[in-house]
């Protein structure tokens, strides 16, 4: 565990006693074990924000968003994800979001019925233009997704105490995956970084990565403070040849300051201050 996952993780600790007043330890399933920073089993829906869980609950019950396996983990980057774009989606300002990323989107207009939470990437897409079948079609979920009116697609995957984006084992599945799907979309990746052993090595980085395209952008939101994502981030910025205007690293420290200098919808007031709250702290 990184210093800062386990600094994050007695934080949540002591949030979840002093801010929810829940003083009983949820199990970790990998393990059976109880931790301070997982809520019981009954209280999920306490991981979202005070002011909104209500009706965050019911959107994500309507919107049938599957929750991960460790979403009681405070710290999960799944509820996170929710517990920020939900309030911009639901008062329509999920627009100031594009300025932040680049002067370029200033005048872009968002598809409100395009925007979801755990969105499959284009890899069925592809499979079934390279007319291939493979033994795992599944395809890459990115945390949040929305399109604009003028078709530019923006792709989000978030990330909080993770160490790494995640690599895979070089089997027989996954270089058949790579030669029939991945590989057919490397073109705008650096030379060094196309061959399998270096796909495998960076797997969700790289799969998210190929989704860069003339209408596609990807972005990815990291705490500052997390020094071992802010690597795999760095690698991230090196590995794009072309469309380097196309993907986004953004701190959330400066995402979220950006937002609370611009959000003023009296419905979702005290979001901002809640979600600093339970994700900020000075270590």
């Given at each position: 565990?990184?210093k800062?996952a386990?600094?994050?993780?007695?934080?949540?600790?002591?949030?979840?006693?002093?801010?929810l007043d829940?003083h009983?330890?949820?199990?970790?399933?990998?393990?059976?074990?109880?931790?301070?920073?997982?809520l019981?089993a009954?209280q999920e829906?306490q991981?979202?924000l005070?002011?909104?869980k209500?009706?965050l609950?019911?959107f994500v019950?309507?919107n049938?968003?599957?929750?991960?396996t460790n979403?009681?983990h405070?710290?999960?980057?799944q509820?996170?994800?929710?517990?920020f774009?939900?309030?911009?989606?639901?008062?329509k300002r999920?627009?100031m979001i594009?300025?932040f990323l680049?002067?370029q989107?200033i005048?872009?207009?968002i598809?409100?019925y395009s925007t979801?939470?755990?969105k499959d990437g284009q890899?069925?897409?592809?499979?079934?233009?390279?007319?291939?079948?493979i033994?795992?079609d599944?395809p890459?979920s990115f945390d949040f997704?929305?399109?604009t009116l003028?078709?530019?697609?923006?792709?989000f995957e978030?990330?909080?105490t993770?160490?790494?984006?995640?690599?895979?084992?070089?089997d027989?599945?996954?270089?058949?995956?790579?030669?029939?799907?991945?590989?057919?979309?490397l073109s705008?990746i650096?030379?060094?970084?196309?061959t399998?052993d270096?796909?495998?090595?960076?797997?969700q980085?790289?799969r998210?990565?190929?989704?860069?395209?003339?209408?596609?952008?990807?972005?990815?939101?990291?705490?500052?403070?997390?020094?071992e994502?802010?690597?795999?981030?760095?690698i991230?910025?090196?590995?794009?040849e072309?469309y380097t205007?196309?993907?986004?690293p953004?701190?959330?420290?400066?995402l979220?300051?950006?937002?609370a200098s611009?959000?003023s919808e009296?419905r979702?007031?005290?979001?901002?201050?809640e979600f600093?709250e339970k994700?900020?702290?000075?270590p």
């Amino acid at each position: 565990m990184s210093k800062f996952a386990e600094k994050v993780k007695t934080h949540l600790s002591e949030y979840k006693r002093h801010s929810l007043d829940i003083h009983v330890d949820g199990i970790w399933k990998s393990n059976g074990e109880p931790y301070g920073h997982i809520l019981p089993a009954s209280q999920e829906m306490q991981n979202f924000l005070p002011s909104i869980k209500e009706s965050l609950s019911d959107f994500v019950q309507q919107n049938r968003i599957k929750l991960h396996t460790n979403f009681l983990h405070l710290n999960s980057s799944q509820a996170m994800c929710l517990n920020f774009f939900y309030p911009l989606i639901i008062t329509k300002r999920l627009e100031m979001i594009l300025p932040f990323l680049s002067d370029q989107f200033i005048d872009e207009k968002i598809d409100y019925y395009s925007t979801c939470f755990e969105k499959d990437g284009q890899e069925r897409v592809w499979l079934s233009e390279s007319k291939g079948r493979i033994t795992d079609d599944t395809p890459t979920s990115f945390d949040f997704y929305f399109q604009t009116l003028c078709g530019k697609k923006f792709f989000f995957e978030v990330k909080y105490t993770e160490s790494t984006f995640g690599k895979e084992k070089d089997d027989d599945e996954h270089k058949e995956k790579f030669n029939m799907v991945y590989e057919k979309h490397l073109s705008h990746i650096k030379g060094k970084y196309r061959t399998l052993d270096s796909f495998l090595q960076h797997y969700q980085m790289m799969r998210n990565l190929t989704h860069i395209d003339d209408k596609s952008f990807v972005v990815f939101i990291y705490p500052s403070q997390n020094k071992e994502i802010v690597k795999e981030i760095n690698i991230a910025r090196d590995v794009l040849e072309n469309y380097t205007e196309h993907f986004f690293p953004i701190e959330w420290e400066k995402l979220v300051q950006y937002v609370a200098s611009r959000f003023s919808e009296e419905r979702f007031a005290h979001f901002i201050v809640e979600f600093k709250e339970k994700y900020f702290f000075v270590p």
